[in-house]
């Protein structure tokens, strides 16, 4: 898939299914973050108080047993793209 429809996806509404190894309360962190309205979106200070939160929390929140390298790849930018 190439980076300018990843960027058409997103500005779809569409976003990436909760991968297998990643825990609900990561997952969820991850939607706020890809909220459409950018006001929905924590801001730096915000992530970083929150990310500290799920590492204080002591819990795991990768299941690194259910990792598939196999199911990422890297996606060109669209400046790559543009330039080809």
């Known amino acids: 898939m190439a980076g300018i429809e990843v960027i058409e ?6 976003r990436l299914p909760k991968p297998p190894h990643v ?3 990561l997952y969820s962190l991850m939607l706020q973050c890809w909220a ?3 006001c929905n979106r924590p801001d ?29 790849v890297n ?8 330039s080809d």
């Open 36 to 38: 459409k309205d950018p």
């Open 9 to 14: 996806m997103v500005k779809g509404g569409k």
């Open 44 to 72: 730096f200070p915000t992530l970083c108080e929150l990310l500290g939160a799920l590492a204080k929390d002591h819990q795991k929140y990768l299941n690194l047993k259910e990792y598939d390298q196999r199911l990422y």
């Open 75 to 82: 996606v060109p930018t669209v400046n790559e793209e543009m």
């Open 23 to 25: 825990y609900t309360k």
